[in-house]
């Protein structure tokens, strides 16, 4: 029993979650990916917009 509480201390201690660089929020790539992904769902939203507006003014 004092082995097994011993590797899991030792596994919590040493995972990331206790590294110096872990800052607790996404990482960069992903915060940017997210980013771009608004970006272009807000693009495709405004152009479906345009299309709908110019197809009612034709008929």
Do not use: D
């Amino acid at each position: 029993m004092r082995k097994a509480c011993k590797n899991i201390l030792y596994t919590t201690v040493n995972s990331r979650a206790y590294a110096g660089e872990v800052n607790g929020g996404l990482p960069a790539w992903e915060m940017k990916l997210r980013v771009i992904s608004g970006i272009i769902l807000a693009l495709a939203a405004v152009c479906e917009i345009l299309l709908v507006r110019s197809y009612r003014k034709k008929k």
